[in-house]
């Protein structure tokens, strides 16, 4: 749903998505892909240029006569329909099947796909944590607690944490919100964090992912019809899972719009135009911030975050901090500030009624473990009622991954100065952070040297999302294919330079604009030539289009 | 939602739940748990007979005024407020504080809580297969790869898995339906289970154990209103995943019940009174079967499985098969038949049209992997445009946790008979087969000797659902305490004995029928103990309300 009258959102940035998708593949005969289809029916997929095998028919025939499947694109969830999840869109898989057809021998201008849509640190060649692998290595397999070759901290650490599970043992269940002692753990990390303001293990929620945790959330939220039904406002551009999540639920999304010219920043005149305009049409009760940012890597001051609690309190605002990316800070002057750190500050006025849940995860910062799916929630101020409906909620997948909650330990819990592995770990932990602020600086630079590429700093987080200008022959050109004009030049730039980036329609942008998402996670020398090749595609694709 | 007019459901059976642990939470002021309340008010938990400490009031005064939360039970999602989920109920929460209050010294008439109420074979003392164990940790920490101690067709099954993940870590996302070439062992571990019977890696999904797979398939089914909202059938005695996801999703419940007079066996003729009843309500679009049977520990017979088909084609209804238990099968005579298996061998009239979707888990059979949250759904005949949409609905959530792919690979692909790891896994996997097999005996057994409980054989699965006849006094007692009959019977079990069991009325049951589920896990041992407790208490019980 969207609000009428309010900013477009992701509405009607359709591209880059599955929606834009399902629409290419529309039947050659003219027909809409809509209901049954006549057996045989090639399909043209306009985004690949090429014809499709026959699908097998929706409609059936056999002894039990002609008829439709019980479940097809009519019949099935229609809020499913809508979502739209651009960093694993169509783009993906056609980059998916370019690799495919390298390794089948078939000639391309490239000899790899270099894969900047997603930040996932390790595929792009980023090494693990060595204290944080063995210790899980130990937990997986406790023969291992004999053997000489691993420190005793590593030792101590994995012991703590069978302890902690049923029957010692990885392979059980734990509690549905987690391992208590990693609860605790947890706690103790965000008290350290945040200078001491307490934090209590029952308001942590361990979770598959942020993700897992963040759909939880909006899920509790969720409820009335029509003008009562909730909104929940999110930042455009957003990190597409905030409005994916919010149309499975048949929840309105309410944009505000960050501030390009300012750096990405969020100015609070916004968020009230945004609030207003919405409140004529639905019942706005969240309001979700990501900082640092996704996908446009700004990073907030302290000031901002005053004024955003501010503004939520007075507006009555559940506030959902995603700050997955705490760790991920490169700009010289820029500091990360938690939302409950701030909020605590503020005096008992505001920590005593602003209802906040903030999320962390093992995907991002310096370890950027996203296969292990860990990750948690801290709630403050949650009614105790709602707690009890929060755990029973989350009971019914029964726990998380608890090799994914022995990871989070580790990384709430990282070696300490007088214990063996605290050197090495430093090392590695420095080195990887030093290195993405490194790339987050090259990127920014390279990018602005390229005529019709403007490019913000990359103050945090791991992307950052250039504004491209575009010639109106390519814009005509897009229009004709029924493609966002950034889906346009994404996929010509993956299919002439093999390289994968996600269009900015696939996160949202202010009508009239172009960006694409790219992580800044590829190995130094190999993001050199992404930036390059970048460089010599856009001067390329301007020629061809003016 | 119940189909108004059907047999009752889980809609009337609400002890064991959330639900009504909420409603127990009765101010004793005597105004209902609803709305705000004053500030100070103290609870009575008539469950737990104590008093509890005042809860933050929902009404919070400051500088902003007097206000209510954003977020509390009246403003909260209602479909969430109506999910109930017995396995981890108030008898847990009990359980677990029980525990504790053991830690701290304070005295009961037991030394320890034995818990037989959740199917987590490594909570009860089973270990883990070694070679699972050991892949794992080749893959957590390569390093190991050098090392020795390790066989080789651990290191090369390590090796595999390392390869087919992005920069050869368990680090990096995978495809969201699951790394490719386990999707293609699973294909060809259906194969061979399905006596050669193709199956596509394509119709493959992995997911977060099989929970997370159900629950996206009973969204993907959901849709319409009112009279047209899809109804799904689900036996009773059911586990309580399924009424929860309907619940959360505001489908129909169409309940079916199971016969305990025939070894709760299913017949279709009481298929076809539910499906008949619930069309003057809702539309029925799926079917739900759990073979082997949770919490019934029943095997269903081919004869059973082609007529659950046949009626489902012809009343044109999607096959959901909760096949988890696979490996679970005990008794003589009895042998898990796969629905993919039966329905490809009633001819193409059939298997060219019934939709289907069958789940597996490494959570269940010999290897009890709980923890790892691994697991599989292939999808038969499924409109390619709903697998699009599919893909893309599990693809917001990016991936299942990769240690949870990597150990289901192991369990779709174990050691050959050529390989060196050959003859442990055959000796682990036997024995702890064996041993559940024995324990199965043992249980019915024993149960059928304590007057007042009859239990039917336990087929298979893990559990057994044994019918207690409980006094008239006790009945009564429990309805002044706002208490389902067997869930005052198992907290006072719980109590008395520390003997931890989840009541009938948390799974469903025939009115007037009084039941537990009790898991088979125990070490055999502490088994036995269980078991004459429970026939201590029972006998004590009766007598008490004689």
Not at 28 to 46: A, E, L, N, P
Not at 343 to 363: I, K, N, P, Q, R
Not at 387 to 405: A, F
Not at 510 to 520: L, N, Q, V
């Amino acid at each position: 749903m969207r609000v009428p009258g309010s900013s477009p959102g992701r509405g009607e940035e359709r591209d880059g998505s599955y929606t834009i998708t399902l629409m290419l593949l529309t039947r050659i005969t003219g027909c809409c892909g809509k209901g049954g289809g006549q057996k045989g029916d090639h399909f043209v997929d306009y985004q690949r240029n090429i014809f499709c095998e026959p699908q097998k028919p929706n409609m059936t025939e056999n002894g039990l006569g002609h008829r439709e499947r019980v479940l097809n694109v009519d019949t099935m969830n229609p809020n499913v329909k809508r979502i739209e999840y651009a960093v694993r869109g169509p783009i993906v898989q056609r980059a998916v099947q370019i690799e495919k057809e390298l390794k089948e021998g078939v000639k391309k201008p490239f000899t790899e796909v270099i894969k900047a849509n997603i930040g996932d640190a390790h595929a792009m060649g980023q090494k693990p944590i060595t204290f944080f692998r063995q210790v899980i290595a130990l937990c997986v397999y406790p023969d291992l607690l004999e053997d000489d070759k691993f420190p005793e901290d590593a030792k101590n650490r994995a012991w703590r944490i069978l302890q902690a599970c049923g029957g010692g043992s990885l392979g059980a269940y734990s509690a549905s919100s987690g391992i208590e002692v990693i609860r605790q753990d947890v706690a103790k990390y965000i008290e350290k964090r945040d200078s001491g303001i307490p934090s209590n293990p029952d308001d942590i929620y361990l979770s598959t992912g942020a993700s897992d945790a963040i759909v939880t959330m909006l899920k509790l939220l969720t409820s009335g019809e029509g003008k009562t039904r909730t909104g929940v406002m999110i930042s455009i551009p957003q990190y597409p899972l905030y409005s994916a999540a919010l149309a499975e639920l048949a929840a309105v999304q309410i944009s505000y719009y960050l501030d390009e010219d300012k750096c990405w920043s969020l100015d609070v005149s916004e968020l009230r135009r945004a609030v207003k305009a919405a409140r004529e049409h639905c019942n706005p009760r969240a309001l979700c911030i990501i900082n640092p940012g996704n996908p446009t890597g700004q990073v907030q001051n302290r000031q901002c975050i005053e004024d955003v609690i501010r503004f939520a309190a007075e507006e009555h605002l559940f506030l959902m901090a995603d700050e997955v990316y705490q760790d991920n800070v490169y700009m010289e002057g820029c500091q990360f500030h938690s939302f409950k750190k701030v909020l605590f500050e503020m005096g008992s006025e505001y920590s005593s009624v602003v209802e906040l849940a903030s999320f962390h995860s093992t995907s991002k910062c310096y370890m950027g473990e996203c296969g292990f799916r860990g990750g948690y929630m801290e709630v403050i101020n949650m009614d105790p009622e709602v707690k009890l409906q929060l755990t029973k909620l989350v009971s019914v997948q029964l726990c998380p991954s608890i090799t994914g909650q022995a990871l989070l330990d580790l990384v709430v819990n990282p070696p300490q100065p007088d214990e063996p592995s605290y050197a090495t770990f430093i090392k590695e932990r420095t080195a990887n952070l030093h290195i993405l602020s490194e790339k987050a600086k090259m990127t920014e630079q390279v990018l602005n040297t390229i005529p019709g590429i403007h490019c913000n700093p990359v103050q945090g987080a791991m992307y950052t999302f250039p504004r491209l200008t575009l010639p109106e022959k390519a814009i005509n050109a897009a229009k004709e294919q029924e493609q966002a004009p950034d889906m346009f030049y994404c996929m010509k730039l993956l299919e002439e330079m093999g390289i994968c980036l996600v269009p900015g329609s696939g996160f949202g942008q202010r009508d009239g604009t172009y960006h694409f998402r790219m992580t800044i996670l590829p190995a130094t020398e190999k993001l050199k030539i992404v930036l390059e090749k970048i460089r010599e595609f856009h001067k390329r694709f301007t020629e061809e289009f003016s």
